[in-house]
């Protein structure tokens, strides 16, 4: 590889964070970060990388796409048996990454994972396209399968045997939330001093602390 990495670089400009002017609550800044986001055009900017760690201590991490934001946090979905949702049965600490290029803006989320309610996962299953609810049906996801081919062929028949019925929801298919404990908010800035705003929960309310970059 003659690849030139190391010169590879550039500027990050925004808006100097302050204390100050930081909500109290860090889910309103950032749905007030969010909100700015989705008005530029940046692709999917509810993915996030969701990082996780197995009962052997070996951390793996997979970008996700949040489908929903609550007062208690962030809501995903995903099958139980795959590999996020067997390092979350062993350890429910996780870590959500939000990156918005454009903006040159991230935030950083640990909390806690739980599943949400069987009744909110039916309703959002029923909210997806049919293909998308018969995937979730045939996808043993994160197992070995022999080769693509057999996928669709499974994908196939289960879509033929469902063309006129509706798909129900796979009971190892649902919905976690991410209540969060520490939020981070990190503003890119010239010559690399980032400003970097954390929260910390304690009790009912939120620490505020900046630290550098």
Same mark, same amino acid.
Request: charged fraction near 25%; aromatic fraction near 10%.
């Given at each position: ?37 989705? !008005? ?27 489908? !929903? ?20 049965? $062993? ?12 903006? $040159? ?15 909110? @996962? ?18 043993? +996801? ?13 994908? $196939?028949?289960? !879509?033929? !045997?469902?063309?006129? @019925? ?22 890119? +800035?010239? @010559? ?5 705003? +954390?929260? @910390? ?10 630290? +550098?970059?």
């Amino acid at each position: 590889m003659n690849k030139d990495l190391e010169n590879m670089r550039r500027e990050y400009v925004g808006a100097p964070l302050q204390k100050k002017t930081m909500m109290s609550n860090p889910m309103d800044q950032f749905d007030f970060w969010l909100d700015q986001a989705l !008005e530029t055009s940046i692709l999917d900017p509810l993915a996030a990388t969701l990082a996780t760690v197995n009962k052997e201590g070996i951390p793996s991490a997979r970008i996700i796409l949040v489908k !929903e934001i609550v007062e208690s946090g962030f809501v995903f979905y995903t099958n139980y048996d795959s590999q996020k949702g067997q390092d979350i049965l $062993h350890n429910k600490n996780a870590c959500l990454n939000f990156y918005w290029d454009q903006l $040159h803006r991230q935030v950083r989320i640990t909390g806690t994972l739980e599943k949400v309610s069987p009744e909110q @996962s039916d309703s959002y299953f029923q909210s997806r396209p049919k293909e998308s609810q018969i995937m979730a049906c045939v996808s043993a +996801q994160s197992h070995r399968i022999d080769s693509g081919k057999a996928l669709k062929e499974k994908f $196939h028949n289960k !879509e033929n !045997e469902q063309t006129n @019925s509706p798909v129900s929801r796979p009971k190892n298919w649902g919905g976690f939330t991410l209540t969060p404990t520490n939020f981070e908010f990190w503003q890119g +800035q010239p @010559s690399r001093l980032h400003d970097r705003i +954390q929260y @910390s929960k304690n009790h009912s309310s939120w620490d505020l602390n900046r630290v +550098q970059p």
